[in-house]
């Protein structure tokens, strides 16, 4: 009996970052568009927050800040690949996750929100948010985009690793050209001394000739 790809709705949230260079206006509108791509696959927005600008944690895309929003939404399992390749395809994203979860009431959102502001209350507020106001986050999804960013830091170490060794490597080069040029330099200034001495001494023994020829003439 063949196994059948699940269908019907689903529940899912996005969280998505929207790129810096962007004034808060234009990326709240942004997140309109987001919701407006959602409606166009039959998606249903049940919830959603603006969270602001806030730093991210690596740079993104040369993006040292951005603005988070995150929607709950109800779709069909499959129109879900077509709106992850629409996200993926944006340019005003840098980053973003889907992922299915289980729908919630208001109040139950409310009281998660509300457990949430206390435990940050009990942390003493670090100063780990740049924004006051910020609401707060949901876990299971920012942990997957710090993962990513993570990723993404990796590999602009990993390239500038590289960018180094390629320098070592040049300057190690330099520097045994140079010495390859001074040891010939050397060898040359050897060869010019021998040949001096040994031009002194014909001249020598000519001039010695030369002398005991006199002698011979007297």
């Known amino acids: 009996m063949s196994k059948t790809k699940p269908s019907g709705p689903g529940h899912y949230e996005v969280l998505f970052i929207i790129a810096n260079e962007y004034t808060e206006e234009e990326a709240k509108k942004i997140s309109q568009d987001i919701?407006?791509?959602?409606?166009?696959?039959?998606g249903e927005i049940t919830y959603k927050e603006f969270w602001g600008k806030k730093k991210l944690a690596y740079p993104i895309k040369h993006n040292h800040f951005g603005y988070y929003s995150l929607l709950e939404f109800d779709l069909e399992t499959e129109s879900?690949?077509?709106l992850n390749e629409n996200?993926?395809?944006s340019d005003k994203i840098i980053r973003f996750q889907i992922i299915k979860i289980k729908k919630?009431?208001?109040?139950?959102?409310n009281a998660e929100k509300a457990k949430q502001e206390a435990l940050n209350k009990n942390k003493?507020?670090?100063g780990e948010s740049d924004n006051k106001e910020e609401k707060p986050k949901k876990e299971s999804a920012e942990k997957k985009l710090n993962k990513d960013e993570l990723e993404d830091a990796n590999e602009t170490k990993e390239e500038k690793a590289g960018d180094e060794?390629?320098?070592?490597?040049e300057e190690n080069k330099t520097k045994e050209k140079e010495e390859k040029e001074e040891v010939k330099k050397e060898d040359e200034e050897k060869k010019s001394e021998k040949e001096n001495e040994e031009s002194l001494k014909d001249f020598d023994d000519k001039l010695d000739n030369i002398l005991d020829s006199q002698d011979l003439i007297k």
Not at 104 to 109: G, H, S, V
Not at 165 to 169: F, G, L, Q, S, T
Request: glycine share 8%; charged share 50%.
């Open 87 to 89: 996200l993926r395809l």
């Open 124 to 126: 003493g507020d670090k």
């Open 104 to 109: 919630r009431t208001l109040e139950e959102i």
């Open 35 to 42: 919701e407006g791509i959602i409606s166009k696959y039959k």
């Open 165 to 169: 060794k390629k320098e070592d490597n």
């Open 80 to 82: 879900l690949p077509e």
